[in-house]
């Protein structure tokens, strides 16, 4: 079993930062792929930023430039630096977690945590 959970929303002005935090623990052989995404009242949920094994990252345009998505595999943790905020970033962060959860054989696992609310408001 692999449980995720995320931190660190909550409620800040136009034009501050916060910082998200997505910490997997349980049966963890690998993890390769850590996302942020994203979901808006009355939206669908969207892809915010990927960061594979490696470090190699991918953004959605609308975060470009603001958002930087961060890896610590020692501690199996993820975060995503969110510089500039805006109104339209509010939404409930969702962080998905791939990897290998086998002991002696492999056995990919995909888990979502129970997401984190950002709210961009005056």
């Known amino acids: 079993q692999v449980q995720v959970v995320e931190s660190g929303g909550g409620l800040v002005q136009p034009g501050e930062s916060l910082r998200l935090s997505c910490a997997a623990s349980?049966?963890?052989?690998?993890?390769?792929?850590m996302g942020w995404y994203r979901q808006a009242p009355g939206k669908e949920r969207e892809m915010v930023a990927i960061i594979i094994d490696g470090g190699k990252a991918s953004y959605a345009e609308s975060v470009k430039g603001r958002f930087t998505i961060s890896r610590d595999n020692d501690k199996n943790t993820g975060y995503l630096q969110m510089n500039s905020l805006k109104p339209d970033d509010t939404a409930v962060y969702y962080c998905?977690?791939?990897?290998?959860?086998?002991?002696?054989?492999?056995?990919?696992?995909?888990?979502w945590g129970q997401g984190t609310l950002v709210t961009v408001s005056l």
């Open positions: 349980g049966s963890i052989s690998a993890i390769y792929n």
């Open positions: 998905n977690v791939e990897g290998d959860s086998g002991r002696d054989h492999y056995e990919y696992f995909e888990v």
